[in-house]
């Protein structure tokens, strides 16, 4: 039990870190967008983005793949490319992308122990790395919002079926402010400003209003 003398300012070791945590985006391909039914698609695409656009910012290690890009479900959605431009893409034939050797080696290569994971589909091509993950000794956190499933149950039903084995659900803004978490952080400050512009909708227009009103630099 923690006395009041050992509280100090400091942040808990649960959250995610620049220095933690990896990033995984499994199968943002245009015919699992066609089947995806969970929710708007278009939100999904932009909060997929706005999670690349975030690693990116801190230099958080990230692994992208997809299923059968050649034969059926096509290359990963451009937008998410083109925040990572030359980056390898691991193809594979597996549903369970933990089931791919390439794919755990390139996670491996990261040396990073909490994995945040989005894809698509939530019941699918999330809920089984993430669990397999999990089983050999991850933290795994899944981005509900940049994931989606082929009805809202499906996905909503995969999620619980996650959190029940432990892992945990964030939403894309939330990894972004949380590898922030201090807005005295000036290396970051305006790049993460910039991404909630671009994709924090109403959020960011709020930001658009505040840096007006109050100047470039109004924090928040």
Not at 20 to 32: G, R, S, Y
Not at 129 to 151: F, I, M, R
Request: glycine share 8%; hydrophobic share 45%; net charge negative.
């Amino acid at each position: 039990m923690t006395t009041l003398a050992e509280v100090t300012a400091s942040p808990s070791p649960d959250l995610l870190t620049p220095d933690n945590c990896a990033v995984l985006f499994v199968d943002h391909q245009p015919q699992m967008f066609f089947g995806t039914g969970s929710g708007d698609r278009t939100s999904i695409i932009n909060a997929t983005v706005g999670l690349a656009k975030a690693a990116h910012t801190f230099d958080v290690p990230t692994v992208l793949s997809t299923v059968a890009a050649e034969s059926f479900s096509g290359p990963i959605m451009p937008q998410l490319a083109a925040v990572f431009p030359g980056q390898e893409i691991v193809d594979r034939t597996t549903m369970n992308a933990w089931e791919d050797a390439a794919f755990v080696e390139a996670v491996k290569a990261t040396g990073r122990k909490k994995l945040v994971i989005a894809g698509l589909w939530t019941e699918v091509c999330v809920v089984l790395p993430a669990l397999s993950a999990l089983a050999q000794g991850y933290e795994v956190y899944v981005v509900t919002d940049a994931s989606g499933g082929v009805s809202p149950q499906a996905h909503e039903h995969a999620i619980q079926r996650m959190v029940q084995a432990g892992v945990v659900p964030v939403t894309w803004v939330q990894v972004l402010l949380e590898l922030q978490r201090d807005w005295a952080r000036g290396e970051t400050y305006l790049p993460v400003m910039d991404v909630v512009k671009e994709h924090a909708g109403a959020y960011g227009l709020g930001v658009v209003y505040a840096q007006a009103v109050i100047g470039e630099h109004a924090a928040g």
